[in-house]
């Protein structure tokens, strides 16, 4: 052995020896780990670069997914998926088409180009059929492109009004959409993953085995924000625009058409040369069909200017959501209920700005303990 390797092993034995009696004697020291400090979003009234406002088409028993004749035709729903359109698109389609093809030939009719028809759309393609998608206006003048984007069910639904048998109709919507969400993630799509921070006063319940990933309560000083009780998880978020354009294009690439059409009654429907027509009006059904359960929510937001350093989101009470896409910061925060208009309103974009900004005022952050020099 030589000198260097007696040398080093005296060394070893030395500092666990020095360690152990520090532990014996009670002197251990823990050191906290540091707060994440995560990069604050920059609220101005001068970084806005629009504000918008949708209407949520919310009906107090869920989303309606069900088959019905209209004269020689065959008529089934897929609407009023309140602030889940999004979220729950693939699945309630899945359900729908799975309702409607079954026995049938020949070309389709989808009515609404939102998030909800398009993916309609695209599932009838894929189980080998012709459609045409009928739509009064296409994006980016759908509600779907007001939405922010997050995947996480939400103003869906009122837990005392819905029956046991919607709810499975909800389990698996939820379930196939979160799996074919998760197959598109990338830029082609604009659909990825990350860190979410709420206010709840515990972790978020698993709405399924897969959903939420990650999901844990956080100590006050596991974050920065100025809330009590935070829950962490990670879910996936959608740029709608990209999103919407994305899906266009995959129908037309598919042989399928989109046609600009109004329908004032659903007996307009029977002039269609289909046979089998999916009704993905949202809000529209209302009006189409007399669904007088359907109610509007709107929903404000003021877009920021993009902040590619920030990658997390957040939904509080006391400020409302923030979500990052590459196309700016969705601030959001009003849920008006039985509101029909569908204008954003100066006073509550100016509230919204305030509450995120108020936030960030208040933000508690712990610097590294050894930060560059500035």
């Known amino acids: 052995m030589t000198d ?8 070893l034995g030395s500092a666990a020896a020095g360690a152990a009696s520090l532990a014996f004697a009670g002197c251990t020291r823990t050191v906290r780990k540091p707060m994440t400090c995560l990069p604050k979003v920059d609220v101005a009234p001068e970084r806005v670069i629009h504000t918008m406002a949708g209407l949520r088409p919310y009906r107090p028993g869920g989303f309606v997914v069900r088959a019905e004749a209209l004269g020689d035709k065959r008529l ?3 609407y009023g998926h309140g602030g889940a359109g999004i979220t729950l698109s693939w699945g309630t389609s899945r359900l729908a088409v799975d309702l409607g093809l079954p026995g049938h030939s020949g070309p389709v009719a989808v009515i609404g180009a939102g998030v909800v028809g398009l993916s309609n759309a695209r599932l009838v393609q894929e189980a080998g059929f012709d459609v045409t998608v009928y739509t009064k206006a296409l994006p980016p003048d759908t509600t779907s492109n007001v939405a922010g984007g997050q995947w996480q069910p939400a103003h869906l639904f009122d837990d005392t009004v819905v029956t046991a ?13 979160w799996r074919r969400f998760q197959t598109l993630v990338g830029d082609d799509y604009g659909v990825r993953w990350l860190p979410t921070y709420q206010e709840s006063s515990s972790a978020i319940s698993q709405l399924l085995p897969g959903f939420p990933p990650d999901s844990r309560m956080l100590t006050h000083d596991d974050h920065p924000f100025p809330v009590d009780h935070v829950a962490y998880f990670e879910t996936m978020y959608i740029e709608t625009g990209c999103y919407l354009r994305q899906l266009i294009r995959d129908i037309r690439t598919a042989g399928g058409k989109i046609h600009t059409r109004d329908f004032a009654t659903a007996a307009d429907l029977t002039s269609l040369p289909e046979r089998l027509v999916f009704n993905c009006t949202g809000l529209g059904a209302r009006q189409l069909f007399g669904d007088t359960d359907l109610t509007p929510i709107r929903g404000q937001v003021a877009i920021l200017l993009p902040q590619p350093e ?13 979500f990052p896409r ?14 029909f208009d569908p204008a954003p309103q100066a006073g509550d974009i100016t509230k919204i700005l305030n509450a995120h900004k108020g936030l960030f005022n208040e933000y508690r952050c712990t610097p590294p303990l050894h930060s560059a020099p500035v």
């Not at 709810?167 to 379930?175: F, P």
């Open 4 to 11: 260097m390797e007696i040398g080093r092993r005296a060394f």
């Open 165 to 177: 048998a919607w709810r499975q109709q909800y389990l698996a919507a939820a379930a196939y959409s």
């Open 76 to 78: 089934v729903h897929n």
């Open 326 to 339: 590459p196309d700016g910061i969705i601030l959001g925060g009003t849920f008006e209920n039985g509101v």
């Open 310 to 322: 920030i990658q997390y989101a957040y939904a509080f009470k006391r400020s409302g959501y923030m």
